[in-house]
Nanobody, 126 residues
Framework: QVQLVESGGGLVQTGGSLRLSCAAS????????MAWFRQAPGREREFVAG????????FYADSVKGRFTISRDDVKNTVYLQMNSLKAEDTAVYYC???????????????????WGQGTQVTVSS
């Protein structure tokens, strides 16, 4: 079992940067593939970025490719999302998610992740 706590959200101007963190409890963090999803008001939760258990594979939604970077630190049991060149359409609640997996295959559907954080609000003002 793993519990996830996100932090780092806030208000930023268009073109600015934020780094989100997701701290995980549990001793088997390194066996989990991790991902970030987001949900804007009135919209479904969508995949943003994912990283495999080994850190060897990453995958991004087209809308954030080249602007966002996902990484993990298994010593700190933390996954990060570095967000650069932020746009108004990036405004959403961002959720960290985990799935027990020791393959390099990335998953992008919400139902494929068993563990979720409470979310952190990111607001990009134009």
């Amino acid at each position: 079992q793993v519990q996830l706590v996100e932090s780092g959200g806030g208000l930023v101007q268009t073109g600015g940067s934020l780094r989100l963190s997701c701290a995980a409890s549990g001793r088997t963090f390194s066996s989990y593939a991790m991902a970030w999803f987001r949900q804007a008001p009135g919209r479904e939760r969508e995949f943003v970025a994912g990283i495999s258990w080994s850190g060897g594979s990453t995958f991004y939604a087209d809308s954030v490719k080249g602007r966002f970077t996902i990484s993990r630190d298994d010593v700190k049991n933390t996954v990060y999302l570095q967000m650069n060149s932020l746009k108004a359409e990036d405004t959403a609640v961002y959720y960290c998610a985990a799935r027990l997996s020791t393959t390099e295959t990335m998953r992008v559907m919400t139902w494929q992740y068993a563990h979720w954080g409470q979310g952190t609000q990111v607001t990009v003002s134009s």
